[in-house]
Protein backbone atom coordinates (compact mmCIF):
# COMPACT_ATOMS: atom_id res chain seq x y z
CA UNK A 1 0.00 0.00 0.00
CA UNK A 2 1.12 3.64 -0.66
CA UNK A 3 1.92 5.95 1.88
CA UNK A 4 3.13 9.52 2.28
CA UNK A 5 4.87 10.96 5.73
CA UNK A 6 5.90 14.27 6.48
CA UNK A 7 7.50 14.10 9.69
CA UNK A 8 7.86 17.72 10.77
CA UNK A 9 3.70 19.35 11.99
CA UNK A 10 4.64 22.98 12.07
CA UNK A 11 7.58 24.87 10.82
CA UNK A 12 8.12 28.05 12.08
CA UNK A 13 10.48 30.24 9.53
CA UNK A 14 12.01 33.76 9.19
CA UNK A 15 10.70 36.15 6.64
CA UNK A 16 13.35 35.66 4.29
CA UNK A 17 14.72 32.79 5.42
CA UNK A 18 14.81 29.54 3.62
CA UNK A 19 12.34 27.18 3.74
CA UNK A 20 12.88 22.72 3.35
CA UNK A 21 9.83 21.11 4.06
CA UNK A 22 10.30 16.70 3.97
CA UNK A 23 8.21 13.92 2.39
CA UNK A 24 8.84 10.89 2.77
CA UNK A 25 6.85 8.07 0.45
CA UNK A 26 6.38 4.31 0.34
CA UNK A 27 5.49 3.43 -3.19
CA UNK A 28 5.99 -0.14 -5.08
CA UNK A 29 6.47 1.48 -8.47
CA UNK A 30 7.35 4.36 -9.72
CA UNK A 31 5.53 7.26 -8.18
CA UNK A 32 3.41 10.35 -9.29
CA UNK A 33 4.51 12.94 -6.60
CA UNK A 34 2.77 15.74 -5.64
CA UNK A 35 2.99 19.09 -3.42
CA UNK A 36 -0.05 21.22 -2.84
CA UNK A 37 -0.70 24.40 -0.48
CA UNK A 38 -3.53 25.25 1.47
CA UNK A 39 -4.42 28.54 3.16
CA UNK A 40 -6.42 28.97 5.60
CA UNK A 41 -9.70 28.12 4.69
CA UNK A 42 -9.30 27.95 1.16
CA UNK A 43 -8.90 24.34 -1.21
CA UNK A 44 -6.19 23.00 -2.01
CA UNK A 45 -3.65 24.63 -4.51
CA UNK A 46 -1.38 22.36 -6.66
CA UNK A 47 2.28 23.82 -6.33
CA UNK A 48 4.42 21.43 -8.32
CA UNK A 49 4.38 17.81 -9.28
CA UNK A 50 7.04 14.97 -10.60
CA UNK A 51 6.35 12.29 -13.48
CA UNK A 52 9.41 11.99 -15.05
CA UNK A 53 12.77 13.19 -16.36
CA UNK A 54 14.64 15.84 -14.49
CA UNK A 55 14.45 15.33 -10.85
CA UNK A 56 14.50 19.06 -9.45
CA UNK A 57 10.86 20.12 -10.57
CA UNK A 58 10.14 24.23 -10.43
CA UNK A 59 5.92 25.05 -9.16
CA UNK A 60 4.44 28.29 -8.65
CA UNK A 61 5.26 30.83 -5.74
CA UNK A 62 9.02 30.02 -6.39
CA UNK A 63 9.29 26.65 -4.97
CA UNK A 64 11.06 23.82 -6.21
CA UNK A 65 11.52 19.85 -5.13
CA UNK A 66 13.49 17.49 -5.52
CA UNK A 67 12.94 13.60 -6.07
CA UNK A 68 15.07 10.96 -4.43
CA UNK A 69 14.48 7.74 -5.30
CA UNK A 70 17.11 6.20 -3.22
CA UNK A 71 15.87 8.01 0.07
CA UNK A 72 12.14 8.08 -1.39
CA UNK A 73 11.97 11.20 -0.62
CA UNK A 74 10.52 14.48 -2.01
CA UNK A 75 11.09 17.76 -0.61
CA UNK A 76 9.90 21.12 -1.30
CA UNK A 77 12.13 23.97 -0.73
CA UNK A 78 11.96 27.43 -1.13
CA UNK A 79 15.04 29.94 -1.78
CA UNK A 80 13.30 33.06 0.42
CA UNK A 81 9.92 32.57 2.17
CA UNK A 82 7.41 35.79 2.36
CA UNK A 83 4.51 36.18 4.86
CA UNK A 84 2.34 35.50 2.20
CA UNK A 85 4.04 31.79 2.58
CA UNK A 86 1.90 31.04 5.84
CA UNK A 87 0.28 28.35 5.34
CA UNK A 88 -0.44 24.20 4.94
CA UNK A 89 1.57 22.04 2.71
CA UNK A 90 0.51 18.77 2.13
CA UNK A 91 2.55 16.29 -0.25
CA UNK A 92 0.86 13.23 -2.25
CA UNK A 93 2.19 10.28 -4.17
CA UNK A 94 -0.30 8.47 -6.64
CA UNK A 95 0.22 5.48 -9.30
CA UNK A 96 0.97 6.43 -12.67
CA UNK A 97 -1.20 5.41 -15.49
CA UNK A 98 -3.95 4.24 -13.68
CA UNK A 99 -7.64 5.06 -14.06
CA UNK A 100 -8.19 7.94 -12.57
CA UNK A 101 -5.19 9.55 -10.32
CA UNK A 102 -6.21 8.49 -6.80
CA UNK A 103 -4.07 10.37 -4.16
CA UNK A 104 -2.55 9.38 -1.14
CA UNK A 105 -1.58 12.17 1.24
CA UNK A 106 0.46 13.04 3.86
CA UNK A 107 -0.76 14.97 7.08
CA UNK A 108 0.26 17.97 6.31
CA UNK A 109 2.63 20.49 7.64
CA UNK A 110 1.59 24.61 8.61
CA UNK A 111 4.22 26.58 7.92
CA UNK A 112 4.35 29.75 10.33
CA UNK A 113 6.36 32.87 8.31
CA UNK A 114 7.92 35.38 11.36
CA UNK A 115 8.30 38.80 10.42
CA UNK B 1 -10.85 29.26 -16.00
CA UNK B 2 -11.67 25.60 -15.15
CA UNK B 3 -13.69 26.05 -11.85
CA UNK B 4 -15.34 23.49 -9.19
CA UNK B 5 -18.42 24.38 -7.21
CA UNK B 6 -19.32 22.70 -4.27
CA UNK B 7 -22.39 23.44 -1.92
CA UNK B 8 -23.03 24.18 0.44
CA UNK B 9 -20.47 26.21 1.94
CA UNK B 10 -20.76 24.64 5.56
CA UNK B 11 -23.48 22.75 6.96
CA UNK B 12 -24.61 21.35 10.67
CA UNK B 13 -26.63 18.51 10.58
CA UNK B 14 -28.27 15.92 13.08
CA UNK B 15 -26.94 12.75 13.48
CA UNK B 16 -28.95 10.39 11.12
CA UNK B 17 -30.27 12.76 8.94
CA UNK B 18 -29.66 12.30 5.78
CA UNK B 19 -26.99 14.61 3.60
CA UNK B 20 -26.16 15.16 -0.37
CA UNK B 21 -23.46 17.14 -0.63
CA UNK B 22 -22.99 18.96 -3.90
CA UNK B 23 -20.09 19.30 -6.68
CA UNK B 24 -19.88 20.63 -9.78
CA UNK B 25 -17.45 21.15 -12.88
CA UNK B 26 -17.34 23.44 -15.82
CA UNK B 27 -14.59 21.64 -17.66
CA UNK B 28 -16.32 18.34 -18.64
CA UNK B 29 -13.34 16.79 -16.75
CA UNK B 30 -13.86 12.71 -16.82
CA UNK B 31 -12.08 11.85 -13.41
CA UNK B 32 -13.90 13.38 -10.03
CA UNK B 33 -13.21 12.83 -6.49
CA UNK B 34 -14.47 13.06 -2.87
CA UNK B 35 -12.00 13.53 -0.31
CA UNK B 36 -12.32 14.43 3.53
CA UNK B 37 -9.93 16.13 5.51
CA UNK B 38 -8.75 15.35 9.23
CA UNK B 39 -6.47 17.23 11.39
CA UNK B 40 -3.47 15.25 11.36
CA UNK B 41 -4.80 13.07 8.30
CA UNK B 42 -4.07 15.12 5.57
CA UNK B 43 -6.96 14.36 2.73
CA UNK B 44 -8.74 10.53 2.16
CA UNK B 45 -10.14 9.51 -0.79
CA UNK B 46 -13.69 8.60 -0.36
CA UNK B 47 -15.02 8.13 -3.81
CA UNK B 48 -14.10 8.55 -7.08
CA UNK B 49 -15.44 8.24 -10.51
CA UNK B 50 -13.20 8.15 -14.09
CA UNK B 51 -16.06 8.88 -16.36
CA UNK B 52 -20.07 9.27 -16.30
CA UNK B 53 -21.69 6.46 -15.44
CA UNK B 54 -18.98 4.80 -13.23
CA UNK B 55 -18.07 4.93 -9.68
CA UNK B 56 -15.79 3.32 -7.49
CA UNK B 57 -14.40 3.29 -3.65
CA UNK B 58 -11.43 5.07 -2.10
CA UNK B 59 -9.64 4.19 1.25
CA UNK B 60 -12.64 5.44 3.20
CA UNK B 61 -15.94 4.87 1.23
CA UNK B 62 -17.97 3.59 4.50
CA UNK B 63 -20.75 5.66 5.22
CA UNK B 64 -20.48 7.29 1.52
CA UNK B 65 -22.66 7.12 -1.70
CA UNK B 66 -22.13 8.57 -4.71
CA UNK B 67 -23.71 8.85 -8.35
CA UNK B 68 -22.26 10.36 -11.39
CA UNK B 69 -25.48 10.86 -13.84
CA UNK B 70 -23.63 13.11 -16.24
CA UNK B 71 -19.95 14.53 -16.47
CA UNK B 72 -20.70 17.47 -14.61
CA UNK B 73 -22.10 16.36 -11.70
CA UNK B 74 -20.35 14.04 -8.58
CA UNK B 75 -22.87 14.55 -5.30
CA UNK B 76 -21.70 13.16 -2.55
CA UNK B 77 -24.31 10.96 -0.15
CA UNK B 78 -24.51 10.60 3.67
CA UNK B 79 -27.44 8.49 4.65
CA UNK B 80 -27.82 8.69 7.60
CA UNK B 81 -24.95 10.93 9.25
CA UNK B 82 -22.48 10.29 12.58
CA UNK B 83 -20.52 12.87 14.35
CA UNK B 84 -17.15 10.71 12.80
CA UNK B 85 -18.36 12.28 9.27
CA UNK B 86 -17.65 15.47 11.26
CA UNK B 87 -14.95 16.98 8.69
CA UNK B 88 -14.06 19.25 5.97
CA UNK B 89 -15.18 17.89 1.93
CA UNK B 90 -13.47 18.60 -1.16
CA UNK B 91 -14.64 17.53 -4.58
CA UNK B 92 -11.58 17.30 -7.19
CA UNK B 93 -11.18 17.24 -10.57
CA UNK B 94 -8.10 15.17 -11.65
CA UNK B 95 -4.88 16.16 -9.10
CA UNK B 96 -4.88 19.54 -10.23
CA UNK B 97 -8.38 21.18 -9.01
CA UNK B 98 -10.43 20.96 -6.19
CA UNK B 99 -13.40 22.68 -4.88
CA UNK B 100 -13.30 25.43 -2.03
CA UNK B 101 -14.51 22.45 0.41
CA UNK B 102 -17.74 21.99 2.69
CA UNK B 103 -17.54 22.37 6.43
CA UNK B 104 -19.87 19.57 7.88
CA UNK B 105 -20.67 19.12 11.05
CA UNK B 106 -22.47 16.02 12.81
CA UNK B 107 -23.92 16.58 16.12
Known amino acids: AQSVTQPDIHITVSEGASLELRCNYS??????LFWYVQSPGQGLQLLLKYFSGDTLVQGIKGFEAEFKRSQSSFNLRKPSVHWSDAAEYFC?????????????FGGGTRVLVKP | IAGITQAPTSQILAAGRRMTLRCTQDMRHNAMYWYRQDLGLGLRLIHYSNTAGTTGKGEVPDGYSVSRANTDDFPLTLASAVPSQTSVYFC??????FGPGTRLTVL
Open chain 1, 92 to 104: AVGPIKAAGNKLT
Open chain 1, 27 to 32: YGATPY
Open chain 2, 92 to 97: ARDTQY
